[in-house]
C-alpha cells in the first residue's frame, strides 16, 4: 500500500484551470477582481480608521467590536440560530474580552488587504487574509457581500501566480521566488558553509 501511494502520479490539473488560474492572459481578469475586492476592503477599514464607521478606532476603540459581538452571540439562540454554538463560544472567550484589540487588528487588517490587492503586492497572501475575515464575518451571521467576496478571495488565492502580474508582484516574485523556484534575491544569498565531520583512524 506504501509502494502504491509512493508510486501514484496523482491528477494532471485540466487545462481549462490551467488557463484561468496559471495562464498570463488572465492576469487583466483577475486585475479587476482585484481592483473590486480590494477596493471593499479598503474603504471598510479606511471608514473604521476615519470614524465614519463608530467605535473601532481612536478613543472609542472596541465600541464597535462589543456591538458585533453581542449580535452574533445573540444570533446563537432561538429555534433557528444564525450562528452556530462553537463560534459564539469563540467571541465570547476570546474576542470579547479585549475587544479594542480586536477593533484594532480588523481596521488596519481591511486596509492592508485593501492595499495588498489594489497593488498586487503578495495578491495570494493578502486574498487569504481577505478571505479569512469573510469567512469570520459569515460564521458571526453578517451575510451582506461577504459570499461573493469569499468567493472572489478564492479566485486570488488560487490564482495567485498571475493574479498580481499586473501589479507588484511582478517583481516581487522575481525578487523573493515562489516554492520550488528560488528569486533573485535568494540565488545571491551568501551560502554559509558547514564544517563536515571527518574521522581519524591511527593504525
Not at 471598510?44 to 476615519?50: E, Q, R, V
Not at 478613543?59 to 453581542?70: E, H, I, L, S
Amino acid at each position: 500500500m506504501t509502494q502504491a501511494f509512493a508510486e501514484a502520479k496523482g491528477f494532471e490539473e485540466p487545462r481549462f484551470a490551467k488557463f484561468i488560474f496559471g495562464d498570463p492572459k488572465m492576469a487583466v481578469f483577475w486585475l479587476l477582481v482585484r481592483i473590486y475586492v480590494g477596493w471593499q476592503w479598503l474603504s471598510a477599514g479606511w471608514a473604521k480608521l476615519t470614524g465614519a464607521e463608530a467605535g473601532w478606532f481612536g478613543p472609542k476603540a472596541g465600541a464597535g467590536m462589543t456591538g458585533f459581538v453581542a449580535n452574533a452571540v445573540k444570533g446563537a439562540s432561538g429555534a433557528r440560530p444564525t450562528v452556530q454554538p462553537y463560534y459564539a463560544w469563540f467571541l465570547q472567550h476570546f474576542v470579547q474580552p479585549v475587544p479594542a484589540v480586536w477593533s484594532y487588528a480588523i481596521t488596519i487588517g481591511e486596509i492592508l488587504v485593501g492595499l495588498g490587492l489594489i497593488f498586487g503586492l503578495f495578491t495570494g497572501i493578502a486574498a487569504f487574509f481577505g478571505g479569512l475575515m469573510n469567512a469570520n464575518y459569515l460564521f458571526a451571521g453578517a451575510l451582506s457581500t461577504n459570499p461573493a467576496l469569499f468567493i472572489l478571495a478564492t479566485g486570488l488565492v488560487l490564482a495567485w501566480r498571475v493574479a498580481g502580474l499586473i501589479g507588484l508582484d511582478f517583481f516581487a516574485l522575481q525578487a523573493i521566488g515562489v516554492p520550488g523556484r528560488p528569486g533573485k534575491l535568494m540565488k545571491h544569498a551568501p551560502r554559509i558553509a558547514t564544517p563536515t565531520l571527518t574521522s581519524h583512524v591511527t593504525h
